[in-house]
């Protein structure tokens, strides 16, 4: 247990620390005004990331665990299957939404209707974000931490 704590530890101070290093990369190269833009713009795809998921990686997880501890696979299966699909449905609305309201989120929060292209493409990672949320669900309720690390790697480079 004291391994597998550490080793996520390990991996989100080392994502969060690649993060960091991002940011001041492109400060540096952008100029300060750029990065608050990115900012506020990655704030809103955080907003829709939210909406999206719905909760789906508490509810793999919560529904795995439960499946495991009684030793049915099959039941597992089920809740994974489940969990994908409401989480594929959730995001796409989400996503939907998120499209359909960029130029109006583009102009009157973000300011710059220059904005709205990387709005856009958040609106299209919706459902990718949201799978990994439920392979993370997964991942963390049967214990195979290796993974679930790998599977936040995918997610957090765009895989």
């Known amino acids: ?11 989100n101070l080392a994502l969060r620390a690649m993060s960091t290093v991002f940011q001041v990369f492109l400060s ?8 608050g833009l ?13 909406l999206a998921s ?5 509810a793999a997880m919560v529904l795995c665990a439960a499946e495991f501890g009684r030793d049915r ?21 989400a996503g939907l939404l998120l499209w359909l309201l960029t130029p109006w989120l583009a102009v009157h929060w973000v300011k710059d209707p220059a904005g709205a292209l990387s709005l856009r493409a958040f609106a299209l990672t919706l459902p990718g ?3 990994c949320g439920v ?7 049967c214990g195979r931490l290796r993974q679930l690390v790998r599977v936040e790697l995918l997610e957090r480079f765009g895989f």
């Open 38 to 50: 990115l900012q506020l713009i990655t704030s809103l795809g955080a907003l829709a990331g939210t």
């Open 28 to 35: 540096n190269r952008m100029g300060a005004g750029t990065v």
């Open 135 to 141: 392979m993370s669900g997964y991942f963390t309720a």
């Open 54 to 58: 719905s909760g789906v990686r508490v």
């Open 1 to 11: 247990m004291v391994r597998d704590a550490l080793l996520l530890t390990a991996a």
């Open 129 to 131: 974000m949201t799978l």
């Open 73 to 93: 696979l099959h039941g597992v299966t089920r809740a994974v299957t489940c969990c994908l699909w409401y989480g594929l449905g959730a995001s796409v609305l």
